[in-house]
């Protein structure tokens, strides 16, 4: 973000004075380079103040209670950007001194938009949230949940920019998004980003410029629904083909109780039955039955048999 340099007010200006123990208001209107009506510092005392000025005024008796109401303009194509830029300006008027020189600086965010890219875009909107109050002694901003869409000015460069509440980020991730561009081909909407240059954004700051530099490309053949979407399948897992020569093998095993020995004793070759309970089924459907299996070792080789693993077919 870019700091916005300071402004100059034209029209009419909310005016405050506290001189310590109360809070005057005055509107004030520029005309010929000065305020009218002139202030006499002798009305609002002789100690310290603080004067403070917003422009611009909006609605009738504004700069006669502590607290003003504003609104943002949804067309900010042409006039309307600079009534929306509000100004603000304050500083301390030191006992003894009659005059005081008061620089504006801007109260709301700019918002820029570069478009780049082989689309032909047609229109671009910006969300914000549209109403507000102002504290014409301090200058802070209280924002409404009020949501809206801003037509921004399009320059001779052929950027956008309008002006919106400092507010939080956070409302313009969600699927309303923060810009909608519609292009000869369909309608973008893009979201505020985590980041910026690498830090958090969290907010649009006052008196801040925020521009965004965003390039569109023309949907290729794929489904544009999933286009630079990262898609999750899970209860999937699909190994590498091993090739045909190491293709693994498996083991079905049946409830079939356990090996016993069926005969023979020591120096002699024993076999050994596979039991099964009865009335298992095999994999055919057909009743598995008890298998003789020939160990390859004898008895009176060291230790007991081991029996083998045998395939055995239903």
């Not at 000065?34 to 609002?44: A, H, K, Y």
Request: aromatic share 8%; net charge neutral.
């Amino acid at each position: 973000m870019t700091r916005e340099p300071a402004a100059s007010p034209k029209g009419t200006a909310w005016g405050s004075i506290f001189n310590g123990t109360e809070v005057a208001y005055r509107e004030l209107t520029l005309t010929g380079g000065e305020w009218q009506p002139q202030l006499r510092r002798s009305d609002f005392g002789a100690g310290e103040q603080t004067l403070a000025a917003c422009s611009p005024v909006q609605g009738a008796g504004a700069g006669k209670s502590p607290v003003a109401e504003f609104t943002l303009a949804a067309d900010q194509s042409a006039e309307g950007l600079a009534a929306a830029d509000l100004l603000f300006a304050q500083r301390s008027l030191p006992a003894g001194s009659n005059r005081a020189e008061l620089s504006f600086t801007h109260a709301m965010h700019r918002l820029r938009i570069e478009l780049s890219g082989d689309e032909q875009v047609l229109s671009v909107e910006l969300r914000s949230r549209m109403k507000g109050s102002l504290e014409l002694l301090t200058g802070g901003l209280t924002q409404a949940d009020e949501f809206g869409w801003i037509t921004p000015r399009r320059n001779a460069d052929g950027s956008y920019e309008a002006v919106i509440f400092p507010q939080s980020v956070e409302a313009f991730r969600s699927d309303e998004g923060l810009l909608r561009i519609t292009t000869s081909e369909r309608e973008i909407i893009y979201k505020a980003p985590e980041q910026l240059d690498g830090a958090p954004l969290e907010r649009f700051e006052a008196g801040k410029q925020l521009t965004l530099r965003l390039t569109l490309r023309k949907p290729s053949g794929a489904d544009s629904e999933l286009a630079n979407r990262s898609l999750w399948v899970y209860g999937l897992s699909v190994p590498d083909f091993p090739g045909e020569g190491n293709l693994p093998t498996y083991n079905v095993a049946f409830d079939v109780g356990a090996y016993r020995p069926a005969s023979g004793s020591v120096g002699t070759s024993p076999t050994w039955r596979l039991k099964t309970s009865p009335g298992a089924k095999g994999a055919a459907g057909s009743t598995a039955t008890s298998r003789t299996i020939t160990p390859s070792r004898t008895a009176a080789s060291a230790g007991p048999p081991r029996p083998r693993t045998c395939c055995c077919g239903g």
